[in-house]
């Protein structure tokens, strides 16, 4: 089973950020940049990319110069991790389903000063339907949104992790390739559950580690179930991206 973590393009916060070095004035649930837009057609030019011949060693292509054979697409339920798994999915003509779990820590929020972060909606499922026609919905999505719950605390996070993990393992054979696209966050959660950098009981390193995705970056991880071993063929390969575009 081939397992391949996408993260988003350059949203409008990742834009923010950059500028002011804080999240002040952040959407909830932002979109896309230009620039994000630009990288998503990097992007689609390089996951559609094949050679016939295998340059690799031991008959194994090791950076996928045979292209990916990607069987299932899931997507967090934000915005820019939608349109980012959108684009791909029309690409290989796959479904697109949606998974709650995906998302970014700390959920739909805020930072308005003097309020409590949280309790917004996140988009409807009617907003899924007429946007993303034939997009696969996480039962979670409904027509009240699928967040409206306080701010996600820290310590959940590993937390959700660690299901996501376990459901690709539960629910996926090893002739599956599957894409998550998803944030920057959950990511480094997702890594450090796995490699046990940092366990579900224990958050004392998560100030010391941190493993960098780039806006549209991708690592591959394989995993030969039978013996309950996985390799990291590569992590954040954005050598696809031109320099005034990496973000």
């Known amino acids: 089973m081939q397992i391949y973590f996408i993260r988003h393009a350059q949203s409008e916060n990742n834009h923010l950020y950059d500028i002011n070095g804080t ?31 295998l340059p690799s060693l031991n008959g194994k292509d090791y950076q996928n110069r045979t292209g990916f054979h990607f069987t299932h697409l899931y997507a967090s339920p934000m915005v820019r991790a939608v349109k980012t798994g959108w684009e791909v999915a029309a690409l290989f ?25 949280g309790n917004l909606p996140g988009k409807t499922s009617a ?23 306080p701010f ?11 299901r996501v993990w376990e459901r690709l393992l539960t629910m996926h054979g090893p002739d599956d390739s599957i894409a998550l696209f998803s944030h920057g966050g959950f990511y480094n959660h997702w890594l450090s559950v796995i490699l046990g950098t940092v366990s579900v009981d224990d958050f ?4 010391k580690v941190f493993f960098e995705l780039n806006n549209t970056g991708i690592t591959r991880i ?10 990291i063929y590569y992590n954040n390969k954005i050598d696809f991206l031109p320099d005034d575009l990496i973000t």
């Open 127 to 149: 907003y899924f339907s007429e946007n993303y026609p034939g997009i696969l919905l996480d039962e979670e999505i409904t027509p009240e949104g699928w967040w409206n719950k």
């Open 152 to 162: 996600e605390p820290w310590e959940g996070r590993p937390l959700r992790a660690e």
């Open 204 to 207: 004392s390193l998560k100030e």
């Open 23 to 53: 999240g002040a004035g952040r959407s909830e649930d932002p979109d896309l940049t230009k620039k994000g837009e630009q990288q998503l057609k990097y992007l689609r030019r390089f996951l559609s990319k094949k050679t016939d011949q």
């Open 93 to 117: 003509n796959l479904p697109l389903q949606l998974w709650v779990d995906l998302h970014e820590g700390g959920g739909i929020f805020q930072n308005n000063e003097g309020e409590e972060p």
């Open 222 to 231: 394989d995993v030969n179930l039978e013996k309950n071993k996985f390799r």
